[in-house]
């Protein structure tokens, strides 16, 4: 069974720092590319960064030079660090694990950005 446990969202204010984890479980981690994606109230999800197997990265354009998004295969666990965080960066984010055609789901870390 596979598994994927979002953890590290809080309340933070604007200006300050988190880091999430992606625990996995079930799957071979070093096969899979894994992506961080969020969803606002009243939005739809959106990408917010992704790594591949080898390394590569790509991020939204709005999180670009903010967020820095990891892998530990040793660990089985991705990770998303995230610094001078805007209240615009309010949403659950979801973890998501994806290689040949399958795709799995955390569910998701509430990270509010507030004064």
């Known amino acids: 069974q596979v598994q994927l446990a979002e953890s590290g969202g809080g309340l933070v204010q604007p200006g300050g720092s988190l880091r999430l984890s992606c625990a996995a479980s079930?799957?071979?981690?070093?096969?899979?590319?894994m992506g961080w994606y969020r969803q606002a109230p009243g939005k739809r999800r959106e990408l917010v960064a992704v790594?591949?197997?080898?390394?590569?990265?790509t991020y939204a354009d709005s999180v670009k030079g903010r967020f820095t998004i990891s892998r530990d295969n040793a660990k089985n666990t991705a990770y998303l660090q995230m610094n001078s965080l805007k209240p615009e960066d309010t949403a659950v984010y979801y973890c998501?694990?994806?290689?040949?055609?399958?795709?799995?789901w955390g569910q998701g870390t509430q990270v509010t950005v507030s004064s």
């Open positions: 079930g799957i071979i981690f070093n096969l899979y590319g």
């Open positions: 998501q694990a994806g290689a040949s055609g399958a795709s799995y």
């Open positions: 790594i591949i197997h080898d390394g590569t990265t």
